[in-house]
């Protein structure tokens, strides 16, 4: 069982990143759940969504979880929700922002001695999607980070899965998501 | 066919309120009828978007109310076509009127209920109080666990609702959020094997057929009013079940998926068992097998058809197992739970000597965790080896504050 949470706000994508990954990992004949939790979440409010990947069905509806990976994809979070909270010593982060790796430990020291990674995918989704929607380079970065599916094979996935978009705006994730893959340290 | 048909995968991955959404498409309703409420609104909200996209060929009724959806669905079931809408919570309570008019009136309509707490307090999540609040109103009523279920049971409520022997509206529950908001891979059915499972819909007594003049929704008092609600009831009880039996066989044959009045996991030998509704079952299922594995003869009853409740069948699965937990997902407001008191309904009599103890849980959409599950298997077997109840017979998992027991 592989399981991820997302940190969050409303509006920027988590759970459609969620439904995405999701739907790209069950063509490949894996078993999958993504879910969020929602409350009466107004746009801009801190929010979770998850992943559960399984080789069989997957029957456990609880919302606890102790994650293998950590996704935040907004800068702010690290440091107004508890990230690391319910997390394993083998757990790792992917943290949006436009610090260093290190730079960032050292200004939340909850991640001392945890295994991060950063990438600025709200950057990359301005300068490439034209919006601060930080959803599609943060799955960019996972597949580098986690090696879970070659990235070419990721990114046409993808391309079926936001086919109902603009030819455009398809175009401008995969450049996101290789940009994330290439620049996620 | 004036529609477009739609190419599915074999495994989509869609989230509970998506599958039914398509099933309802797949199923060419004449007329939705509905109000949105969260957390049912995609059902709808899909629907109409198929129909806008020339998916379907039927009515979408936007109306200023659920009490009025239902009326829609009321008025358009009476003239003679396949009628279905969704709901959830506070707006199943404003529909309660009409929930009686269209069982009473023998009319099939496809209802689901996307579970969620009744108000007040204001809360959007998951729960059982919408699904319990409607047990009498002489509606047949399917549980789904997960939104491969939910696309699966809104075929088999088309099938035995419109059936002319039955005649009787049916409900397919989910879980709010758990099951309507989560995504997993869906099996599916392509349009026409769907379609051809359902069958063109046929009316009977229905307002349009003017060579047959009928009236519906009339008042009869003490003199036929008790004979109506009693033949009703005797259906219910004598002719619904094996109806829904026959659906599972056809759909099973169909698709592969078997499905059961009762679902039973690891209950062949078990010692203790927890019996509940929603996706509470899976995750039981998942605690059952690792307790397995600690030596605790552990299993789970789930209800996939709470009305008519399966009485027959609770008995014979639980008669032998020694100590029983019944789960409830709704505040019994002064009594025992509804679970609790059923099965306990359907013990009595009989030579058992199962031990029943009932929890409440989940209110407000609450995790149920699988670290609550085995602890509720520990002390369901440590009943067992005493031989006796050794709590009070009503306890709530996973509230703050005192302990909270009763009875």
């Known amino acids: 069982m592989l399981e991820i949470r997302w940190h969050s706000r409303a509006g920027q994508g988590a759970v459609t990143g969620a ?37 069989k069905v997957i029957m456990n509806h609880e919302k606890y979880m102790e994650p293998d990976y950590v996704f935040v994809i907004d800068p702010a979070l690290v440091y107004t929700s508890d990230v690391t909270i319910n997390g394993k010593e083998s757990t790792k982060y992917i943290i949006t922002t436009h610090m260093s790796t290190d730079e960032l430990v050292a200004s939340q020291p909850k991640l001392a001695d945890k295994e991060v990674y950063t990438v600025d995918c709200i950057k990359i989704a301005q300068e490439t999607i034209g919006r601060p929607i930080p959803n599609t380079p943060m799955l960019g970065a996972f597949m580098k980070v986690s090696e879970m599916y070659d990235i070419e ?33 | 066919m004036a529609f477009d048909k739609m190419e599915l995968r074999d495994i989509e991955v869609w989230d509970g309120n998506f599958a039914a959404a398509q099933a309802l498409r797949q199923c060419q309703v004449d007329v939705v009828s509905a109000y949105p409420i969260t957390p049912s ?82 809360n959007v999540n998951g729960d059982h109080s919408d699904m319990y609040m409607a047990r009498d109103s002489g509606w047949i009523q399917f549980d789904a666990y997960c939104p491969q279920e939910a696309y699966d049971l809104n075929f088999i409520a088309f099938k035995v609702s419109e059936d002319h022997d039955v005649r009787i509206p049916a409900i397919v529950n989910q879980d709010g959020f758990m099951t309507s908001h989560t995504a997993q891979g869906v099996k599916t059915m392509d349009d026409d094997t769907a379609y051809g499972f359902v069958g063109e819909y046929k009316p009977m007594n229905d307002m349009l057929d ?5 009236t519906h929704g009339v008042q009869t008092e003490e003199d036929w009013h008790f004979e109506h609600k009693a033949r009703q009831h005797n259906d219910m009880m004598t002719i619904v079940p094996d109806k829904i039996d026959a659906a599972f066989a056809e759909f099973e044959k169909l698709t592969g998926r078997k ?3 009762i679902e039973e996991y690891s209950m062949e030998d078990a010692d203790v068992a927890v019996v509940c509704m929603g ?42 197992v020694k100590a029983v937990a019944a ?48 602890d509720l298997y520990t002390e369901l077997q440590a009943n067992a080896d005493a031989g006796k109840v050794l709590t009070k017979q009503q306890q709530f998992i996973g509230v703050r504050g005192p302990k909270l027991a009763y009875l």
């Not at chain 1, 990114?155 to 998501?177: T, W």
């Not at chain 2, 003017?210 to 009928?214: G, L």
């Not at chain 2, 552990?298 to 032998?320: M, N, W, Y």
């Open chain 1, 19 to 55: 439904k995405g990954l999701a739907d790209v990992i069950s063509t490949t004949g894996k078993h999958v759940q993504a879910f969020a939790f929602y409350g009466s979440a107004k746009r801009g409010a801190a929010m979770t969504a998850y992943n559960r990947v399984d080789d």
């Open chain 1, 153 to 185: 094979f990721f990114k046409e996935s993808m391309q079926r899965i936001l086919g109902k978009l603009p030819q455009k705006i398809i175009d401008a994730n995969m450049i996101a998501i290789q940009r994330a893959y290439d620049e996620v340290k």
């Open chain 2, 41 to 122: 609104t995609p059902i709808v909200e899909g629907y109409a978007k198929f129909k806008a996209d020339n998916y379907v060929e039927g009515e979408f009724v936007m109306v200023e109310s659920e009490h009025a959806a239902m009326s829609g669905c009321i008025g358009a079931a009476a003239a003679g076509g396949r009628v279905a809408t969704a709901t959830s919570s506070q707006g199943l309570a404003l529909m309660a009127e009409t929930l009686y008019q269209a069982s009473g009136m023998r009319l099939p309509i496809v209802l689901n209920i996307v579970n969620r707490a009744l108000a007040a307090p204001l």
């Open chain 2, 210 to 214: 003017f060579e047959y003049p009928v």
């Open chain 2, 259 to 261: 499905y059961n009045q």
């Open chain 2, 279 to 320: 996706t509470s079952v899976e995750t039981a299922r998942e605690v059952a097998l690792e307790m397995r594995e600690k030596g605790i003869k552990a299993g789970v009853v789930g209800i996939r058809v709470f009305r008519p409740f399966p009485f027959a069948k609770i008995a014979e699965v639980l008669k032998d």
């Open chain 2, 327 to 374: 789960l409830d997902r709704s505040a019994p407001g002064g009594t025992a739970g509804a679970l609790f008191n059923e099965i306990a309904g359907a013990l009595f009599n009989t030579d058992s000597k199962m031990l029943l103890s009932g929890y409440i849980y989940g209110l407000g959409g609450r995790d149920l965790t699988k670290k609550h599950l085995v």
